[in-house]
């Protein structure tokens, strides 16, 4: 049966079954995996899976209730496709490493993965199912001069440790271990007595503009820094907008979802991902840029990003890890004098509070009242406020420079071990570790061989790291490591050694 045309539908989704599922299971774990990616069912153009499942009725069923067809790829098609959460029992079973994420993907070409693969929850037996979401970029969407990109553009850290249940040490995720402290955590708690009246953020907006030495008008408070990506792709209409890469790729997703055609700039590495100003087009009137830049770990000077500032450009620079930086050198924060700067501060990474989501953006008074105007109604909750007053107060500013201290010097061990790892024979024989940079945030890039294999052999080995390849220019054998303290970096060496000589050997 030939796929939907409807340009409505820009979904497909994926799902691996075991024989005999039934198609209510199907049905159940499609609408999770759609309510998951803040999409109904008719936005789904098909379901997708492997030839040897083309006859399964629960299957056929769950298509027929969504009134889509079902799509089938061969398992060598699908065994090409590089899937985020691979299953040796699948491939040894099916040929592929996820029929799921792998259909998925095979069925939207040059698209993206929303939603990476997920099991049915059937209580009081083993999951029968699996399904995975993604969407197709349309032309009006994407880059055409990039047509061939696969890059999943929302895949993030915490899908490495979702799921799967294992006892994993935490890498992959960029937010400071052992956080909120507990001074914070009692400041946010007593919040919750204030629950009955609506938020109100005058406060908290004057201690961050204090901070940064501004006035309140422009600061903007924000659902985590990522809202500011939403609020700006929806406040502006860039005619050239451009995102450096590689870098965190929400900037460029929210800019796709709002239909702006978004060019790129990709540092090369052997440059040290190091951005040179003459890289970005005269004619760009939108540009982001990451400092220090997740996942490279690299600081831009701040010389070179001001230099990119000219009327009629909007920059946006996300200083999400800036705090993490000791001094917070090229910091742009305080910068007043920039026409069309927005700069972008999180909460989240060194205070633990990603689940609490506090960000906030800094721009002049004009375009803080334009991103005002495209954001909901108190979209910060008070909890969040209460975070947002207590972190720039100065017994927080001093924590946050003493951690920022503390992480650089794990950061160096972390180097220095794996330096040590490269000089021994099994790990030269192996192809060795090079380390982007030099890094100076929260985490190390590196580059290994058999990037993908290596990043299951550490899972297996108890570590997760985050992938490389869903970074535009990156490829499978870059993976980010987050800087923890002594004892785990020094833990993880030995696994990163273990895991390189399996593959040698």
């Not at 380390?435 to 061989?449: C, D, E, S, Y």
Request: charged share 25%.
């Amino acid at each position: 049966m030939t796929p939907r045309a409807d340009p409505r539908r820009t979904l497909v989704v994926g799902v691996g079954a075991a024989r005999g599922v039934s198609a209510d299971e199907v049905h159940a774990l499609v609408l999770s995996a759609l309510a998951e990616a803040g999409r109904t069912p008719d936005a789904v153009a098909v379901l997708a899976t492997v030839d040897a499942k083309a006859g399964e009725p629960g299957l056929l069923g769950a298509a027929e209730r969504l009134g889509v067809p079902l799509l089938t790829h061969s398992s060598e098609a699908l065994a090409a496709i590089v899937v985020p959460n691979p299953s040796e029992a699948s491939r040894a079973a099916l040929g592929t490493a996820s029929v799921a994420e792998a259909a998925a993907l095979a069925s939207a070409p040059g698209g993206e993965l929303l939603v990476p693969k997920r099991r049915s929850a059937p209580f009081g037996r083993a999951s029968m199912a699996t399904a995975a979401v993604a969407r197709r970029i349309t032309t009006t969407s994407r880059n055409r001069t990039d047509p061939m990109d696969t890059h999943d553009l929302r895949h993030h850290g915490d899908a490495e440790v979702r799921d799967d249940g294992a006892k994993l040490t935490d890498l992959a995720v960029n937010v400071r271990a052992d956080t909120p402290p507990s001074w914070l955590r009692e400041r946010i708690a007593d919040s919750i007595g204030s629950l009955a009246a609506y938020p109100d953020g005058r406060a908290a907006r004057e201690a961050v503009a204090a901070r940064h030495g501004r006035p309140p008008g422009q600061v903007l408070l924000t659902s985590g820094a990522a809202e500011a990506f939403v609020l700006l792709a929806r406040a502006f209409a860039p005619r050239h907008a451009v995102v450096v890469h590689p870098q965190f790729t929400e900037p460029e997703a929210a800019l796709r979802d709002a239909g702006h055609a978004v060019h790129r700039v990709v540092l090369r590495v052997e440059d040290g991902f190091r951005l040179d100003a003459a890289a970005v087009p005269d004619e760009a009137d939108f540009v982001v840029v990451g400092n220090p830049t997740n996942p490279t770990s690299v600081l831009h000077p701040a010389g070179a990003l001001a230099r990119l500032a000219r009327p009629g450009r909007t920059l946006v620079v996300d200083e999400a890890f800036m705090d993490a930086v000791p001094g917070e050198r090229e910091s742009l924060a305080s910068r007043r004098d920039l026409p069309g700067l927005v700069v972008l501060r999180s909460l989240t990474k060194t205070w633990g509070l990603a689940g609490l989501r506090i960000g906030y953006a800094l721009a002049g008074a004009e375009t803080v009242a334009a991103l005002e105007r495209a954001q909901p109604l108190w979209p910060v909750s008070t909890p969040a406020l209460t975070a947002a007053l207590a972190c720039c107060e100065p017994r927080a500013l001093a924590h946050a420079e003493a951690a920022a201290h503390r992480i650089a010097a794990d950061r160096a061990h972390l180097l220095i071990r794996i330096a040590g790892l490269n000089d021994t024979a099994e790990a030269a024989d192996a192809g060795g570790v090079r380390v982007a940079g030099p890094a100076a945030g929260p985490f190390v890039l590196l580059r290994v061989t058999d990037g993908l294999g290596v990043r299951e052999r550490l899972r297996a080995l108890g570590f997760a790291v985050r992938r490389g390849d869903t970074f535009p220019g990156l490829g499978p054998d870059w993976l980010r490591v987050a800087v923890r303290d002594r004892d785990t970096g020094d833990r993880f060496v030995t696994a990163l050694g273990e895991a390189l000589t399996a593959r040698s050997g």
